[in-house]
């Protein structure tokens, strides 16, 4: 049935839908009766989406976008349901710092790359910075530690505490975290340039450093976690 279900939502007008069916569901004003009603209709009828049409849904109109990005328990729920009855990846936990609507998003392997949007092409989940892309958008968001050495001068101690992001590809096989595929995150770069610059004391820069270099090693045992999930849930499937 739910199957059946997303093959014939979408099929039909979305503008007819867009008009009338989001004026019932959602128009009341939040907290009345009416509005309460009206969410219970709309999560029975979303609860047999897949996520690939709830993010569809979510682009149909304002107030369908609104209300499935908000943070409402019942709205979470919804995306997590989704995700594990219609994905691979439904043994996967949500991760403390993302929400479940956008690791929900970030699984969706089908819609492509996140930043060319080309579903024509490999692409790979990079769980430092927490995005969906394919080889060639990767090289344009990333730099290499000979370029960050060599053309920017950043400081050694500095390349040394910023996470890397490894040029992996869960289809295939070998060792995914390979010094040659290693390369950094540019906004990550800046990001860590700019807070070190702002402080004055070396007292201040190497708390900055040592608290740097903790959470390195949390976010790096968290990807090899995330990725080896990944990669079971997609043989798996």
């Known amino acids: 049935m739910k199957y059946y279900f997303n093959q014939i939502f979408f099929n039909n007008s979305q503008n007819n839908m867009s008009s009338s069916f989001a004026k019932i569901i959602i128009d009341p004003l939040p907290g009345t009766d009416e509005y309460e009603s009206g969410l ?3 999560l029975r009828i979303c609860r047999y989406l897949n996520p690939y049409n709830l993010l569809k849904l979510s682009c149909v109109c304002k107030k369908f ?5 908000s943070e409402r328990y019942s709205i979470s729920c919804l995306w997590e349901q ?8 439904g043994s996967m936990k949500c991760p403390e710092d993302m929400s479940n609507r956008e690791f929900t998003k970030l699984l969706c392997i089908e ?8 579903k024509n092409v490999r692409i790979c989940i990079y769980w430092i910075p927490r995005v969906r892309l394919c080889e060639s958008c990767l090289l344009l968001l990333v730099i290499s530690k000979k370029e960050l050495e060599q053309k920017w001068i ?5 390349i040394n505490v910023i ?7 869960p289809w295939n096989e070998g060792n ?3 010094e040659s595929k290693k390369s950094y995150w540019i906004s990550h770069v800046y990001e860590i340039q700019s807070e070190y610059c702002t402080l004055k004391s070396n007292d201040e820069k190497s708390f900055l450093l040592s608290e740097r270099k903790c959470k390195l090693n949390e976010l790096m045992n968290f990807s090899r976690i995330q990725h080896e999930l990944t ?7």
């Not at 976008?65 to 990005?69: G, R, Y």
């Not at 819609?111 to 080309?118: K, R, S, Y």
């Not at 990669?231 to 499937?237: A, K, M, P």
């Open 176 to 178: 995914p975290w390979d």
């Open 40 to 42: 219970k209709i709309f």
């Open 82 to 89: 989704s995700r594990i009855d219609f994905t691979p990846f």
């Open 65 to 69: 976008n609104a209300l499935l990005c």
């Open 231 to 237: 990669l079971s849930c997609i043989r798996t499937s």
């Open 154 to 158: 950043v400081a050694p101690e500095l």
């Open 163 to 169: 996470p890397p992001v490894f040029h992996e590809d």
């Open 111 to 118: 819609n492509g790359c996140q930043n060319c949007w080309n």
